[in-house]
């Protein structure tokens, strides 16, 4: 069974071209690079990795090159491609250590909605899971 994030890439949640039309790679890189962005998501990453450290869990590799590649396709670029794959390298390992991360599901909300997460994302008052289950749940009926 595919990763759940995977799902959402192949019904065409996630990663779909509107995210990245008209989108001003410079600005939106340079809002990525800086705070607040910037030491939320190392922040996150960190904590992830703190965790992996004790966990066993599957390989990304394969979820960060679709993410890549599927950026990539679209045409914003290799730049822009990369810092998507590393995203979805980390809400993939969030997800598979269960982590209870607000602002990943802030970030993973920001994808589901068409938008391209930089600058400021407020935390959600709810899990990956959550964010994830009515998109899944909504495609288990096709």
Same mark, same amino acid.
Request: proline share 4%.
């Given at each position: 069974?595919?990763?759940?994030?995977?799902?959402?890439?192949? &019904?065409?949640?996630?990663?779909?071209?509107?995210?990245?039309?008209?989108?001003?790679?410079?600005?939106?890189?340079?809002?990525?690079? %800086?705070?607040?962005?910037?030491?939320?998501?190392?922040?996150?990453?960190?904590?992830?990795?703190?965790?992996?450290?004790? &966990?066993v869990?599957?390989?990304?590799?394969?979820?960060?090159?679709?993410?890549?590649?599927?950026?990539?396709?679209?045409?914003?670029?290799?730049?822009?491609?990369?810092?998507?794959?590393?995203?979805?390298?980390?809400?993939?390992?969030?997800?598979a250590?269960?982590?209870?991360?607000?602002?990943?599901?802030?970030?993973?909300?920001?994808?589901?909605?068409?938008?391209?997460p930089?600058?400021?994302?407020?935390?959600?008052?709810? &899990?990956l899971?959550?964010?994830?289950?009515?998109?899944?749940?909504?495609? %288990? %009926?096709?």
């Amino acid at each position: 069974m595919p990763h759940r994030l995977e799902q959402l890439i192949n &019904t065409g949640h996630l990663l779909v071209q509107a995210t990245f039309a008209d989108l001003d790679v410079d600005a939106v890189l340079d809002q990525r690079d %800086s705070d607040p962005f910037d030491s939320a998501w190392r922040l996150a990453f960190e904590n992830i990795e703190a965790t992996k450290k004790h &966990t066993v869990i599957a390989a990304n590799d394969a979820l960060r090159e679709r993410a890549f590649i599927l950026v990539y396709q679209h045409g914003p670029g290799g730049e822009l491609a990369a810092y998507v794959s590393d995203d979805f390298g980390l809400l993939h390992d969030a997800l598979a250590l269960g982590s209870v991360d607000f602002w990943l599901a802030a970030l993973l909300r920001c994808y589901l909605d068409g938008r391209f997460p930089c600058g400021e994302i407020v935390p959600l008052d709810c &899990t990956l899971d959550e964010v994830l289950d009515p998109f899944i749940e909504d495609n %288990s %009926s096709e």
